[in-house]
């Protein structure tokens, strides 16, 4: 099956420790740098609260990720869609979200 390339875009802050584990899950699940756009938002400047970011994410936290048309404001539930998104798993994490899925179909 093929799954059609998504547009995604990642709002992050390198310091922030939940803002990564999306990073780790795009990691393990073999996108590329350039499949995923990343958005820094300063954190130390109110940037989470700058108007244009709080159309992704109401709440003002990070991470928040875009796919295509669909906000995604939470750590665990970022990396499930991002497996969701790929046509095959390519390590231990993406393993993990695939043999999730058939046990959550059973």
């Known amino acids: 099956m093929t ?3 998504p547009y995604i875009k990642l709002y992050e802050h390198r310091e922030s420790t ?3 584990v999306p ?3 795009q990691f393990e699940l073999g ?3 350039e499949d ?3 958005i820094s938002i300063e954190l130390l400047k109110g940037g989470n609260f ?7 994410n109401l709440n003002g936290t ?3 990720l875009q796919v295509d048309d669909k906000n995604l ?4 539930g970022l990396s499930i869609d991002e497996a969701e998104h790929k046509d095959k798993s390519s390590g231990l994490l993406g393993d993990f979200f695939a043999e999730r899925q058939v046990a959550l179909e059973k």
Do not use: Q, T
Request: glycine content about 0%.
């Open 3 to 5: 799954v059609s390339k």
């Open 62 to 64: 990070l991470p928040a």
């Open 23 to 25: 990073k780790l899950a």
């Open 50 to 56: 700058d108007p244009k970011f709080l159309k992704v």
């Open 31 to 33: 996108y590329k740098k």
């Open 73 to 76: 404001v939470d750590s665990i």
């Open 36 to 38: 995923v756009e990343w």
């Open 18 to 20: 939940w803002a990564n």
